[in-house]
């Protein structure tokens, strides 16, 4: 059996550009996808903490330490400029492999500057 597995996350980035003219995709600083583990033209989940929107697309890169997060083409309907957004890509593990898995996760400031990293979330309290 594969488990569906959380594999990289950029947490609370902000949109720095909405491009609906674009041909698709998320464009993102190369230097986050790189911290993350997430891949050009890899599948990423956004989802919109500023308006609940959830959506599909694909990485590609934007300039190493330009802080962009561009949301492209149809997608750019479903965020705005300074929305905060978690992007998160995910990979198949067989069930032994997940079991010791970690997944790169990257936090972010309001100007998309890497604050701090790890590979574990706290155990929500009660």
């Known amino acids: 059996m594969?488990?569906?597995?959380?594999?990289?996350?950029?947490h609370k980035?902000?949109?720095?550009h909405c491009e609906l003219e674009y041909e698709g995709s998320c464009a993102i600083d190369t230097r986050l996808l790189e911290a993350s583990g997430i891949l050009p033209f890899e599948q990423i989940q956004i989802y919109?903490?500023?308006n609940g929107e959830r959506f599909t697309?694909?990485?590609?890169e934007a300039e190493a330490g330009s802080g962009v997060?561009?949301?492209n083409g149809a997608a750019a309907h479903k965020a705005s400029v300074g929305d905060r957004v978690i992007i998160c890509a995910y990979g198949q593990l067989d069930a032994a492999e997940a079991?010791?898995?970690?997944?790169?996760?990257?936090?972010?400031?309001?100007?998309?500057?890497?604050?701090?990293?790890g590979h574990d979330i706290p155990v929500q309290a009660a």
């Not at 594969?2 to 950029?10: A, H, Q, R, S």
């Not at 980035?13 to 720095?16: F, H, L, W």
């Not at 079991?99 to 990293?117: G, K, M, Q, W």
């Open 69 to 71: 997060v561009s949301v």
């Open 2 to 10: 594969l488990v569906t597995m959380l594999k990289g996350k950029l």
């Open 99 to 117: 079991r010791e898995f970690t997944p790169d996760l990257v936090y972010l400031d309001a100007d998309n500057v890497i604050v701090r990293t």
């Open 48 to 50: 919109n903490v500023d």
């Open 13 to 16: 980035a902000r949109v720095t």
């Open 57 to 60: 697309t694909y990485a590609i």
